[in-house]
């Protein structure tokens, strides 16, 4: 199977540092909870992860989102494996207002910038950030709605440096509880993100939904060495 | 019980020209071997885009050679792959009653939806219609094997009134299948009168719940064709060696690199929300969830049909107790196991534990062949 190819001196110029191990559990609650996912083409996958990860085929470029009344959290990433588990891989974050502070007490390295759906539209907005413009559409039979449970929320990671190890894949959950959520078709009209890796930009769109509800990234439990495989470097964290 | 031999033509990397030729060549030369032996079938994925996991995209070209080289075993579509996109219906129907004519009548016809992103994202297909076009397509293709004028219009086609031809050898036409991964298929496969191919990896538990709610239902289905399939087969892998410590870790670690390469698939529900997939794939993940430490090495699990021949009879029989009426093995993944190992294992097998289950037709068979 394939493995990252990704340097892990690149992995750790994106690495941010952690005060604490483990951060505490954030939640946006009453929040609107957005998905959407494309698929990347024209790049090699295996330059995006760094030797711990495996690449899907083909490799998804997802946003997920808590949009609530006193902030929020986007992040963008790509889908992957560590060992037998799907997980997505962190390469963009915008957060604001109460986003701000659970996105540096879990290293994501954010953006100043927000999300904002209006209608069927998603926008990621920033001061000289990301610019991202979607249009949510129907599918080919329309829109459809789907139960809470059928919408997944993968498991994240992201480079962390930790006091005592150093430089970690932090693993954030992301547990949502909400209603019914609207299947829809994200197809992008403007993307901006600086900073990306080279060739990363959604090309053909998957699927997206919006649904509302509580969105919570628990304390985080395990961490990952980037230079290994699953087997030989998960690591828990203290209690 | 009825044992086959299941085929993903799984191609180990580098993906040369050369390591696809040599993987058709092995499966070749096993689905012989085991028409010597005595195994009852030799089933053949249907899979687009799986690199590395699975190249068997042309199924029906890989079993009519299968069936032109064998003369007894029955070749099985496990499975041909239900959606439009990638199949029209009037073509499943006619390569398969072809097949079955060049097979001289030994078509098994499983049928599928597909479950992973990769190959319904590849296809353009919409996941949330592949039930729908897969009820179609197990209603119609009886229809078409059995009537001179056949017409449809449905959401998998529109077909005004034709003569679907050829029409099959078997009479009134191939038994049919449905491949089983999620909880509930089974139901799904009893309601229509169809035979459930398991390719999911199960505990001797959920089989025997499942077996026993598919016989409960099938006994009072609507058959979708003219002769009702209410067989259960289960999936498993089969590595036999007299040494039951190199045949856990032959065997074991042969199941772990498919295990692992399953669960690197894309399934459909992790990439495009959707009601329509209830699972993430064959369970792959679950199983390794359940394992020991990260490194550890752990025991040959419950149900696993690896191991010395007493130990595969021994599961065997757990199997057979539970109204399993067939077992599929994967023989090899990636060419892990080097072929003449392999074959030395399926030649063991069919020597020491095949006798158990048909001891009288085994033993003329083997007689025959030399074993």
């Known amino acids: ?239 | 019980m009825r044992f086959g031999i299941f085929f993903e033509l799984s191609v180990p990397r580098p993906l040369s020209r050369a390591n696809e030729q040599e993987v058709y060549a092995n499966a070749l030369e096993q689905a012989a071997v085991a028409d010597e032996l005595g195994f009852d079938t030799i089933w053949a994925v249907e899979h687009h885009f799986l690199e590395e996991y699975s190249h068997c995209s042309a199924p029906e070209l890989f079993l009519t050679a299968v069936a032109l080289r064998t003369a007894r075993i029955r070749v099985g579509h496990g499975a041909v792959v239900c959606v439009p996109a990638m199949n029209h219906p009037v073509r499943v129907a006619e390569r398969a009653a072809v097949l079955d004519i060049l097979s001289g009548g030994r078509l098994e016809l499983g049928t599928a939806r597909s479950s992973t992103w990769t190959e319904l994202g590849g296809f353009g297909a919409d996941p949330d219609l592949t039930k729908v076009w897969w009820d179609e397509y197990v209603r119609i293709l009886p229809r078409m094997w059995t009537e001179e004028r056949f017409s449809f219009a449905g959401r998998s086609c529109t077909v005004p009134e034709r003569n679907v031809v050829p029409k099959p050898v078997q009479q009134p036409h191939p038994p049919m299948w449905v491949t089983v991964t999620s909880p509930g298929t089974e139901l799904d496969a009893a309601d229509r009168g169809l035979g459930c191919l398991g390719v999911a990896a199960v505990s001797f538990a959920e089989q025997e719940r499942r077996t026993a709610a598919y016989h409960e239902r099938v006994a009072h289905c609507e058959p979708v064709g003219g002769v009702v399939n209410s067989n259960v087969t289960t999936q498993n892998f089969l590595y036999c060696h007299e040494d039951l410590e190199r045949a856990a870790a032959v065997g074991g670690g042969m199941a772990a690199i498919f295990n692992l390469t399953n669960s690197h698939l894309l399934w459909t529900r992790e990439a495009y929300p959707t009601a329509a997939y209830r699972s993430l794939g064959n369970q792959a993940t679950k199983a390794a969830k359940e394992a020991g430490a990260p490194g550890e090495r752990a025991p040959l699990p419950e149900g696993l049909t690896v191991g010395d021949p007493e130990r595969i009879l021994t599961e065997l029989r757990r199997w057979e107790a539970i109204g399993v009426d067939g077992v599929n093995f994967i023989v090899n993944t990636c060419e892990v196991i080097p072929q003449q190992d392999v074959l030395d294992s399926m030649r063991l097998f069919a020597r020491e534990v095949m006798p158990a289950f048909r001891p009288a037709v085994t033993a003329a068979r083997h007689s025959a062949a030399g074993v």
Request: a negative charge.
């Open chain 1, 1 to 239: 199977m394939l493995v990252g190819s990704l340097p892990l001196d690149r992995l750790a110029a994106r690495a941010v540092p952690l005060a604490a191990e483990a951060p505490a559990a954030a939640v946006f609650d009453a929040a609107d909870v957005v998905y959407a996912a494309w698929e990347l083409a024209g790049v090699d996958r295996t330059v995006l992860f760094p030797p711990a990860l495996h690449p899907t085929s083909p490799t998804l470029l997802t946003l997920t989102g808590a949009v609530a009344t006193g902030g929020g959290l986007g992040l963008l990433r790509l889908s992957c494996r560590h060992g037998a588990r799907a997980r997505a891989l962190l390469v963009g974050a915008v957060a604001w207002g109460s986003g701000t502070a659970v996105a540096e007490a879990f290293g994501c390295g954010a953006d100043d910038g927000e999300i904002v759906v209006e209608g069927r539209t998603l926008q990621v907005r920033s001061a000289g950030g990301p610019d991202v413009t979607v249009a949510l559409g129907p599918g080919a039979d329309g829109e459809r709605v789907l139960g809470p449970h059928d919408v997944q929320y993968v498991t994240g990671l992201h480079p962390v440096v930790l006091p005592e190890r150093g430089v970690r894949l932090l693993q954030v959950e992301v547990h949502a509880d909400t209603g019914p959520a609207t299947a829809l078709r994200p197809d992008v009209e403007a993307f901006v993100w600086p900073g990306l890796p080279a060739g990363v930009a959604p090309v053909h769109p998957v699927g997206a939904t919006l649904a509302h509800g509580r969105l919570e990234l628990p304390r985080p439990r395990f961490v990952a060495r980037p230079d290994v495989l699953a087997h030989l470097g998960s690591e828990p964290l203290s209690a």
